[in-house]
């Protein structure tokens, strides 16, 4: 098996975090994997937000929580956010921030950072308290966060060997 099938098939979600910082050329890096994703049309109406500041993160947490009443929510306390975002009003706007975000948790994944998919901005976004902090985040009006990456250097054991049975055809 190849290096890059190796990484896709080891990534694994992970939803706690070292509170050690995520080196800045790594994070350029995983920026860089979100920009090559492919894109409807190739039009990249996208825009890749990172929030490195912890308490940022968790002020957008806690927003989060207040607005969907999650008790304790703290979006698993990550070093680093990238929140992906497209225009509202673009046709393709949520698949090429997924194929986005696989790439940032590949990405990361190569270098040892634990990554997971955040979906609670998923139809919040215009809550004014929401709002406000993406658009200090420096977010465009007329761009939505359908999911967000958390990452960080896992604090908690991977599971290596699982069993993803997909249903797979092949017709020949
Ligand atoms: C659209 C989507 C939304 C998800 N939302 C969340 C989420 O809000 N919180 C979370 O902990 N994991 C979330 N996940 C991660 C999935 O739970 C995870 O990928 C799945 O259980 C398979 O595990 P694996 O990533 O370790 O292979 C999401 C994944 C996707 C694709």
């Avoid at 250097?153 to 699982?162: F, G, I, Q, R, T």
């Amino acid at each position: 098996m190849n290096a890059i099938m190796e990484n896709l098939l080891t990534r694994r979600s992970c939803r706690s975090f070292l509170a050690k910082p995520i080196p800045e050329d790594q994070l350029q890096d995983i920026l860089k994997a979100a920009c090559y994703a492919p894109s409807g049309r190739g039009l990249q109406t996208w825009q890749f937000t990172a929030v490195t500041d912890r308490s940022k993160i968790q002020r957008l947490a806690s927003v989060i929580k207040e607005t969907l009443g999650r008790d304790g929510y703290n979006m698993y306390d990550p070093q680093v956010i990238i929140l992906p975002s497209n225009e509202t009003d673009s046709p393709y706007g949520k698949e090429d921030n997924a194929c986005a975000l696989e790439n940032i948790f590949l990405a990361a994944h190569s270098y040892g950072i634990g990554s997971v998919w955040i979906n609670q901005l998923q139809g919040i976004c215009e809550e004014p308290i929401i709002r406000a902090i993406l658009t200090e985040f420096g977010i465009p009006e007329n761009h939505t966060v359908y999911g967000l990456a958390a990452l960080g250097y896992p604090a908690m054991e991977l599971p290596k060997d699982v069993s993803k049975k997909g249903l797979v055809k092949i017709v020949t």
